[in-house]
């Protein structure tokens, strides 16, 4: 078996997307793509030229067998996906009211993905891999994914396998409660922690970024912390300092989703790649102001060729190639 | 309180149609429409000029309003609907793989109709009808809807009001056991009962019409059993007696979808009309014939003067007219 | 019979309009959609909870049962309409050049609408409303429309019913002499007037909002005047005071159309809750700029509680809600 | 000036074409097309390679300008058309019910070419032509069309330039009694008359092909009669003679519009050629089959090569050439 | 490296598909697809449950890009696959004039693929194969193709790995002396040969399947020839004898384009399956069949089971299950 | 002959329109139009009230037959275009990234138009002339491309035919050396020169509009250089002097492209209607400006009378006008 720069797993939805800025109740047509935060880090990965495993309990349906498709036409590695006929592919309506006002609709609740099992989890891929990356959602779809979620980071802690962890808040699927809960549970065995800023406050009560790591790296202090903070940057705490790296001057935004997971994928590249710390997040935030100048959560992430242009400055929006 | 001629209750999901003839998987676009079995007979007694109410427990989301605005907008009654934010509202993909190769996918488990309650009847509303319809695919939804249709049974019997019952079977939602035991409990209290012939034979175990309509009468000589036997018609059978009622000369089909909800409607409407049950069952074979040579379950349903013209015999598939 | 709060009558257009920003003679594609200021105001009404009836005469077409189909499913009572075979249903194409170069083109010269006269009315019908809302568009169809509005306005003023008149000014409909008679003499009969403020010094001649207003009220002072100034906000006048009352800070402007309609049942739905004149403005504000916002005449029209979100500063274009 | 072979004029519509097969009621978007009798003979006459002017009063708006551009574009010669802003372009909407069954909703009153009068005729435009081609369409839009099609004949008579009548029977836009003393007397002026056979039973009062002609042609027997017997060919008589033509054996029917038009420049096409009743027939037979196999009335016009395929029976519906 | 059931290379082009059925010049809107012989097997196979391997040179820009996604994406390995930008990725528009007539027109000359040379080949991959599956379309291409064509099968012969061979003229691409004298030298060198009836007579000059078989298998009477007839079935005569095996009763036609691929696929995998030859005729004729009655020629193509239903004869198409 | 205003040739290719602002590979859907500077210029001058004549060679394909008719349909004379079957009619495929960020893909390598050849030219047709427009795009398709434009300026010269040339610098076409020897060889016979600033630049190794200018007409004084300075207007110099003339304050940029042809258009109708330079420069600066603030190279082209109401400067980006 080759061995894989990251493994990750999660849910991807078929997302059913609106041709039309109206309210939900008046669209009439609906274009399917795939929505899923894992995946989009996976598929971030690969265009920037690393080698990547995803794996997820998918739908025995058309629905499960489309996530497939797109997810190993990207060049993923899917081998260790599995199907079940014992629930539905989980599906994600977007509702665009104006180009900010984005609502999401889920038919996720005991989808296929919220079956995974620690038995899915295949312990030899896993500690095949330099790192293993987790999020906040898995753990939220049901008991046994939760479960899953410890046993994968076992798994990981036992070969040695780094794990990077990014939050994904996400409260339509379970209470504050629960979520500071498991997310802090995951937090304190991850060896980097992704966060938003509003994610580290909710889960520390502190309100600066500093004070966020800080509280995040409190009982094991050789973890890093990273934080996004959206067009102004991102800043990292590890034992050895902190730092705030400026994002990149905004182009026009066209999208605003999946650029979170398209900075995770920039920062973990920088790790593979043996980058400082300022560099890695600097390539982070060169991904995440790429996706945010593209539409689609998948379609816009950038090839290493083009970070490295706007890395070197000179990703302009130009006119007309012709 | 206006008196209607017919009040009915049951599940209407957001029907997403592929706009493209391939396996769901390969499909780009989908159309929002409704699909619902007693809705499509509400919305065909209201095109033939009948009072009717129509009533459900709808998602409170878009796709809720979705389904009330179209219903409403037909002329039903939906004064008796309400919403819950406890459960999304139901959805059903249809697959063409063919124009006669059809698949069905549901996301209706747990949907928001699945939440009614016998509380959700509004005595006083089915007590004003002459006839209340209910399918047998409300008690598949859940047991607190397979109450709601027995409480609603008992209403109607207090007050007089008819019963119809078509048996819509659907074996996705419910074991063989389960729909034999509560569809003939259903049967047993219904006035008149409409089964397709294979419905009718799954139910008694009968192979002939004759039988099949014996067999659901027997405990109740009283009652008529009206069955549907496609391109070819349809039989009754009464206390007064029994008949075949031949089928219109079918036009080319176009979509077989909603037949039977147009063959019911047209019954229905030769029951409120008073006429014997050769005019009706001729009725009902008239509008399912329509209803075949239309696209659409709703869209193609016919107003009276339609079927008018087509039980003079002159509903012709006409060339332009200009 | 149900009393209305609001009953309004008018011409409501099938919209069809391009799918693409190109000079209408290269569109290849139209969407259907409806058009008209009376039913918008109304469907605005039934959406912060009030009850309307809208009438009109609609084309015995498939245009003009959509019409119907549409403004009934948003729960306006349409029970007064009637069709016509005498004429076809009008249309409104839309050109969109730019986002904000929009122009239209109508068929609807002598359509269904024009040959409503005052037998259309059913005078217990008005009766019963507390509010009759009269547009100006309605008079310059035909001269039996401008008798069938006087016959209402008399109707109206013999059972104590208020009338709330919008001038909306259309001059591709008559002459600038004929509107400005025509639209005084309503304007004389009203008891709240809602001109924008060009309509305003059209009829009056005058340029400030305090001069338009003492203009329309000087032979009655007992009437109020609002004046709409866009995204300035509004002015009113009445014989107690007067008053500007400020707009919402303006959103991104996503459809400029409809904005002055869903004012109106802004300001109409603080009449009815009996709220001070700069309360009944700002509600009018928070809906014109809500309307402003997003999408479609009557798609963007707000619900009661979204308008009570801006009005109490919440209502922030977020990003993705998950 | 270049010598035309044919002259023709009438009206186009602008065509709305539903995309889906649904009651228009139902139906969301359109497409944009043309749809004129005349237009399609003469486009049909340019693509078998004659020279042809065709020439309308237009609507001064993109529906007019966007017709000059497509007729424009197939090679007709539109110099003597005119524009006017005294009306709007005349639309047309179709609404297919099934593959066979179709209606049509216009907005022509009073439309654009109905304010054609004799003065937009030049006269040395006619003169300068070999045939005159005119429809019962034009006579039926207005008095002034009615003039000017008697205008035109006059002309035509006066330069010795011969006249094809194609009836066109169009029983929305007139009452019986007026389209048959109209198109009597343009019949009686005419050199060639191709009308289908109801329409010549209509005329007549006779039924068959035989005596139909012999009526038309009794006043003077220097004129031909050319009936079109749809599937079954055609059958003409003139001084020296009668004929049955036969059809080609029909292909699959994919849009039986146009068929007739196509069958009219086939024939005038094989007049022009000087060939014998019986060849120009058989080519206007050809040129229908072709045209009912195709989508679309101009779309599917065919080549000379194509035409001459089909006259040597080589043309096949083959599987795909590649 | 894993090894491979079948190894195959050529050309995919991106197919952009009309969505209207005119005339291409008519034709407004078009849908990227993809469309190649050799990856249609793949994927059949594929599907079927084989494990398969294709390459290709591939344009480096978007098309190549797309091109390679899909056929990754359906499971098939294409780890050998390589870029370039020297040419662009060819393209093929379709042309659908009626259902049954359909033309092709290539953007293909001079294409990406036109680029491969035997230098693009790795032996080892092709000898880890058990067959080496070839078309005549790839020689056509281009010298070079031509060269890797025979370099291909030199190391298949040098390694015993099988070759099957399907001849898929293209006249559009090479004149009939070129083609005739490349295949037959390709076919010289195959021990499977899946001519169709008309490609097999172009080769020979025979007439009669049994005179087509024995002239391709004179040099080496080892080889088997398998005659594809179409709708009859199919034919095959190897040393061991000959028979014809016939088709399944067709289910109605919806996209011809792709069968032959299918049946290739279907009789590949009986020889992977060592079944005799009429299990894989079957099994070939199986899944042209099926792939004839759905639309697209890669979307249609059946799984193992639903090949398996076709054989017991249940694969019935049947109606809307739900 | 009737005597043309300007004659032009060159390129027109059909371009394929992405529906989705996405990487090319992830679109699902095209549109059909046109692409081709000379005949931007030509259509251009048309709509501002022009004779012109544009030719090419045209695929002998249903592209090529699109083009025609579209440029036909615009009212430009085609009569001297001709067809061949040789080669394919050149393809472009747009891709927008977003709203400015814009590619192109070209299939146009050995199209129809690069087999055009000086026996392709008319000598009167073109002495007929009062100009001749001429593009640097046309002699990098070809070697008898550069040969056909090389005889065309000699015609010119030898009837007293002034000769426009727009240098439009294509460098996917030819290597910056070929392109600037041929570009400054035609611009030597040009009367008028119309380069942006950037391909003056390129042409002359200059940086400011005089110096670039002057270069230009080094050797023939007697010429004029306009050079194109985008929203901030122009630059002309002639042997009488120089000028800036500034730009229209910009409207909202909808679409870039074909500003540079509408500028052209703009300042050869000043030519024509022998305007000083400051007003045809103003001319030229105003139709740019109301092309890019709308969509579609040709769609946005404006008529005279849009054009004089932005020399009045009264060309507003309305609001609604109903």
Redesign the interface.
């Given at each position: 078996m080759n061995q894989l720069d990251v493994v990750t797993f999660g849910e991807t939805m078929v997302l059913?997307n609106p041709?039309?800025?109206?309210?939900?109740?008046?669209?009439?047509?609906?274009?399917?793509q795939i929505g899923g935060a894992e995946s989009n880090v996976a598929i971030g990965l690969c265009r920037l030229g690393h080698s990547v495993g995803w794996f997820s309990r998918l739908g025995d349906?058309?629905?499960g067998?489309?996530v497939?498709?797109?997810i190993?036409?990207?060049?993923v590695d899917t081998s260790r996906c599995s199907f079940t006929d014992q629930a539905?592919h989980s599906?994600l309506f977007k509702?665009k009211?104006?180009?900010?006002?984005?609502?999401?609709?889920?038919?996720r609740?005991?989808g296929a993905t919220s079956l995974l099992t620690p038995d899915d989890l295949d312990e030899e891929y896993i500690a095949g891999a330099k790192l293993l990356h987790l999020t906040g959602i898995t753990p939220a779809l049901s008991a046994s994914c939760r479960e899953t979620v410890f046993a994968a980071i076992e798994m990981a802690k036992c070969h040695g396998v780094k794990i990077v962890f990014d939050p994904n808040l996400?409260l339509?699927l379970w209470s504050e409660q629960e979520a500071k809960t498991t997310l802090l549970a995951i937090a304190e065995q991850a060896d980097y922690i992704l966060p938003g800023l509003d994610e580290g406050q909710f889960l520390t009560g502190e309100q600066m970024p500093e004070k966020v790591a800080a509280a995040l790296r409190q009982k094991d202090p050789m973890k890093t912390v990273i934080i996004k903070l959206g067009s102004k940057g991102s800043f990292y705490q590890d034992q050895t300092g902190s730092n705030y790296v400026s994002g990149f001057p905004a182009?026009?935004v066209?999208d605003?989703?999946g650029a979170g997971d398209g900075f995770a994928a920039g920062v973990i590249s920088g790790i593979l790649r043996g980058e400082s710390w300022e560099q890695a997040l600097r390539r982070g935030n060169a991904v995440g102001a790429i996706v945010v100048?593209?539409?689609?959560d998948v379609?816009?992430l950038p090839t290493e060729s083009v970070v490295e242009q706007m890395l070197r400055g000179e990703h302009a929006?130009?006119?007309?190639?012709?």
């Open positions: 059913l041709e039309e800025m109206l309210p939900l109740e008046y669209v009439h047509r609906f274009q399917k349906d058309p629905f067998r489309f497939l498709r797109f190993r036409g990207e060049g539905p599906l509702e009211l104006s180009p900010t006002n984005i609502n999401v609709y889920y038919y609740k005991q996400r339509k182009p026009q066209v605003p989703i100048g593209a539409n689609g379609e816009g929006t130009q006119d007309v190639k012709r």
